[in-house]
């Protein structure tokens, strides 16, 4: 059977916990900080670190693997599942939603949906942009 975790020594499992324990801080820094905005914060720079490790994996395509200068193998999981997983929150966002719809905010519920879509698909959008650039050199 095949999956993310095929070929993934300890190294790349120890630095797959240390993204995620530095995603959880950064989105618990970010609600901190920005009490009304640091989950959408948050959940965009988590696109945008998915975006742009997507971008570098696209530019540099199957044939670069483990040619020179081409990413470590790896490194995408610990990106975008350790550090971009642990700092993206669908469930705090979910939270909010059903307070909001408890309370009767409607305009709130559908507001933070429609905020947190369009910004999340620009955010990943960028970081292809940005990726494929520098995959390009």
């Avoid at 618990?28 to 994996?57: E, K, M, S, Y």
């Avoid at 483990?66 to 999981?77: H, K, M, R, S, V």
């Avoid at 993206?88 to 559908?110: E, K, N, P």
Wanted: overall charge neutral; proline content about 4%; some cysteine.
């Amino acid at each position: 059977m095949s999956g993310p975790l095929e070929g993934a020594g300890a190294g790349v499992l120890g630095l797959l916990l240390l993204a995620g324990a530095l995603g959880a801080v950064l989105r618990l820094a970010c609600d901190h900080w920005l009490p009304r905005g640091g989950i959408v914060l948050a959940n965009v720079l988590g696109c945008l670190v998915a975006g742009t490790v997507a971008g570098l994996a696209a530019g540099l395509g199957p044939a670069a693997e483990g040619a020179p200068g081409a990413a470590p193998p790896g490194l995408a999981l610990v990106l975008v599942t350790g550090l971009a997983g642990a700092l993206t929150t669908f469930s705090t966002v979910s939270v909010s939603t059903a307070r909001d719809v408890q309370r009767g905010r409607w305009g709130a519920v559908l507001g933070a949906w429609a905020v947190h879509l369009a910004a999340g698909l620009a955010a990943v959008v960028l970081g292809l942009v940005a990726g494929t650039a520098l995959a390009a050199g």
